[in-house]
């Protein structure tokens, strides 16, 4: 059976870990790997390849930035040419991004069966992108992967209940393997940032808390109000509409860092106090691994995180302050999101289906 993966992007990178790991594990199945450039930064994509251990991409379409439109066209440009000359039993796509549309699109057009790892996920918000490229992923792929079954009554709500299979979340596999290697490796964190004291792990990067100047500024500003120091991994889309609007990211509370490699930003994650986020990835890896969330969005596709109050949405920067300043939850974490053996779940469902 040949598996061709399709990824571009940061949280691809992850889950594709451990895809690539289940996948080398048998001997039945040939695995190709296509990287198509939506993340171009070394420090957002070379670098996970080496520290997941996730073998070099076969093929890099290195389409790099763009509007949407251009990005995903580019994408598919590239894409015909690959499947024709690989001609996998299946194209597994990835999560939400403009990749996981394009590979998509490009391999039902060739007529080739398509899965889709996470499949099932809603926002039920249509400003996001994300939301588009999951429901057209979801109604165009021939099998469906759920995480979790909340995801599975979404699919069966939009009539799609035959084609679905729960089989847990992949990056569930990583994140506790991850975590466990780096239990006691030192901490890599901005300057500034005592490890020995209590602190906060942040990320933004989405549109919505980046492109309007008013609500980039207003979050900075509650950022570094924070009583808690804050280490700001800040992505390049942040950084550079910052610097568009004329906003000084450090200062206050706020200590800024590059992004860091997965297993780096895992310890940081671990040893927080607090993670302060509007990435979809970054709350379910700080609710497996127990630190507090406040997730800077309206809604989140990972409901199940907010049970105990382990995620807060927060909706107004002002109302940053006490959602990271909560007491810590004592609720239970209930393993919404697998035993650790996705991967290996989802390849067996590939091969008995190839």
């Known amino acids: 059976m040949k598996i061709l993966s399709v990824v571009g992007a940061r949280p691809q990178f992850v889950k594709l870990a451990a895809i690539a790991d289940a996948a080398a594990r048998r001997d039945d199945v040939e695995h190709v790997i296509v990287h198509t450039g939506q993340h171009y930064d070394a420090a957002m994509s070379d670098v996970f390849f080496a520290d997941l251990r996730i073998p070099a991409p076969d093929v890099n379409l290195a389409v790099g930035s763009g509007t949407h439109g251009r990005q995903t066209g580019a994408m598919l440009a590239g894409m015909d040419d690959v499947l024709a ?7 597994l796509v990835y999560g939400d991004t403009n990749s996981t549309l394009a590979g998509t699109l490009s391999a039902v057009k060739m007529h080739l069966r398509v899965a889709h790892l996470e499949a099932g996920l809603r926002s039920f918000n249509r400003r996001m992108p994300e939301e588009h490229n999951r429901v057209l992923t979801d109604h165009a792929a021939d ?8 995801a599975r009554t979404h699919l069966a709500a939009e009539g799609l209940a035959e084609r679905t299979l729960v089989t847990g979340d992949v990056m569930t596999d990583v994140c506790l393997r991850v975590a466990e290697s780096v239990r006691d490796a030192a901490l890599v964190l901005p300057p500034g ?11 933004i990067h989405r549109a919505d808390n980046t492109d309007d100047p008013e609500r980039l500024r207003a979050l900075v500003t509650a950022l570094q109000d ?8 800040a992505h390049p889309r942040l950084v550079a509409k910052a610097a568009e609007a004329g906003i000084t990211l450090a200062g206050g509370a706020v200590h800024v860092g590059e992004p860091v490699a997965y297993p780096e930003l895992i310890g940081a994650v671990q040893r927080a106090s607090a993670v302060i986020t509007d990435s979809g990835g ?7 691994l127990g630190t507090p969330c406040s997730t800077i969005r309206t809604e989140t596709e990972w409901v199940e995180t907010l049970e105990g109050d382990w995620n807060r949405l927060v909706t107004d920067p002002r109302e940053l302050p006490a959602a990271v300043g909560r007491p810590r ?3 239970e974490r209930p393993p919404h999101y697998g035993d650790g053996r996705a991967a290996a779940r989802s390849v067996e469902a590939l ?4």
Do not use: G, N, S
């Not at 970054?282 to 497996?288: I, V």
């Open 85 to 91: 000359e690989h001609q996998p039993d299946w194209t």
């Open 143 to 150: 099998l469906l992967l759920a995480p979790t079954e909340v």
């Open 193 to 203: 940032i005592d490890p020995a004291e209590p602190f906060a792990v942040a990320t």
């Open 226 to 233: 924070l009583e808690l120091p804050v280490a700001l991994f």
């Open 282 to 288: 970054l709350q379910k890896e700080a609710y497996l």
């Open 329 to 331: 939850p004592t609720a």
């Open 351 to 354: 091969a008995e289906r190839a």
